[in-house]
């Protein structure tokens, strides 16, 4: 099955600072690579994703990397804000039949 | 917005009781996923369902745990007997398929939060 390494586990920020997650994983063949965000008590959410064809994606103050050759993918927050204090999740598909294998998750702390 | 619906949202029970947990994924999502969440962990897969089949339990503890969805819409998830390490939260998810990637996009439900005394 693959295995899915995230760094940090926790990080904290000064509020404007930016934020870095990494992920890496096994199994090259993995070409769908989503983050998911939780925030205390509530459902993890889909934020961003990025398929294998492209080395960046962004959407406003996120960014998602990705490294296909070194197999890793990291999460980029700019200007960050105490709304972006939850829990990190990066996951890959993992094998057939779409299953699904998430990181042990990053809790970012924005101190204002 | 479509949702993942799922209840109870709290259960507290004493250990050796049974325990069941429901979930009603989005209409039309054929693909279904039961998750445990213990308290700063990610989510780890009990079992997977494509439409009313088992795609994979490999982490389900069989010896307690069952889960069904029989005419390949809702499911439950049952714990019988619950020991005091079951506490967590369970959360079930439905997916779509992503074309061209054989990759699927999670939606959520609330969860289930169970407490085991």
């Known amino acids: 099955g693959e295995n899915v390494e995230q760094h940090p586990s926790t990080l904290s920020v000064q509020e404007g600072d930016s934020a870095v997650i990494k992920c890496t994983y096994s199994d090259s063949a993995s070409n769908y690579f989503p983050w998911y965000k939780q925030e205390l008590g509530k459902r993890p959410q889909l934020i961003i994703d990025?398929?294998?064809?492209?080395g960046e994606k962004k959407d406003q103050r996120i960014a998602v990397t990705l490294n296909k050759t070194a197999k890793h993918f990291s999460l980029h927050i700019t200007e960050t804000q105490p709304e972006d204090s939850a829990v990190y999740f990066c996951a890959v598909p993992d094998g057939g039949y779409q299953k699904v294998t998430f990181g042990i998750g990053t809790k970012l702390q924005v101190i204002p | 917005e479509a949702e993942v619906a799922q209840s109870p949202r709290y259960k507290i029970t004493e250990k050796s009781q049974a325990v069941a947990f429901w979930c009603d994924p989005i209409s039309g999502h054929a693909t279904l996923y039961w998750y445990r969440q213990i308290l700063g962990q990610g989510p780890e897969l009990l079992v997977q369902f494509q439409d009313e089949s088992v795609v994979d339990d490999s982490q389900l503890p069989k010896d307690r745990f069952s889960a069904e969805r029989l005419k390949g819409v809702d499911s439950t998830l049952k714990i019988q007997p619950a020991e005091l390490g079951d506490s967590a939260m369970y959360l079930c998810?439905?997916?779509?398929?992503?074309?061209?990637?054989?990759?699927?996009?999670?939606?959520f439900g609330a969860g289930s939060r169970l407490t085991v005394l």
């Open positions: 998810a439905s997916s779509l398929p992503i074309q061209g990637t054989g990759a699927n996009v999670l939606t």
């Open positions: 990025i398929r294998s064809n492209v």
